[in-house]
């Protein structure tokens, strides 16, 4: 069975970069012919992509965020993990990472995490 767990900080200072990390089991992120997706959901929002990792490494991100934010794996440990910039208040959220195929269907995710960027 496919599992994804996400962890970090619940709290980033205004400024900072936000750091998480999403830990995969049942399936090696490695493996064709899948994608692993960081996702989010402000208060009140919808959810938003933020970006992606395949399974050859390759990244793929939202043009609206791509300019702070950085997707990258460690393949021994079968993990991948976001990094956002320069975070405001406005990048509080419930952050999601899943797993996802080329057509945008996300087919497990985690649980979530909730992420608070204090002013």
């Known amino acids: 069975q496919v599992q994804l767990q996400e962890s970090g900080p619940g709290l980033v200072k205004s400024s900072q970069t936000l750091s998480l990390t999403c830990t995969v089991s049942?399936?090696?992120?490695?493996?064709?012919?899948?994608?692993w997706v960081w996702i989010r959901q402000p208060p009140g929002k919808g959810l938003e992509w933020m970006g992606a990792?395949?399974?050859?490494?390759?990244?793929y991100y939202n043009p609206r965020l791509k300019s702070r934010t950085s997707i990258s794996r460690d393949t021994s440990r079968n993990q991948f993990t976001l990094q956002q910039r320069s975070v405001t208040p406005e990048d509080s959220a419930v952050y999601y990472c899943?797993?996802?195929?080329?057509?945008?269907?996300?087919?497990?995710w985690g649980q979530g995490t909730q992420v608070t960027v204090s002013s």
């Open positions: 049942g399936y090696s992120i490695t493996r064709n012919p899948y994608l």
């Open positions: 899943a797993r996802g195929d080329w057509f945008g269907e996300n087919d497990y």
């Open positions: 990792i395949d399974y050859l490494g390759i990244t």
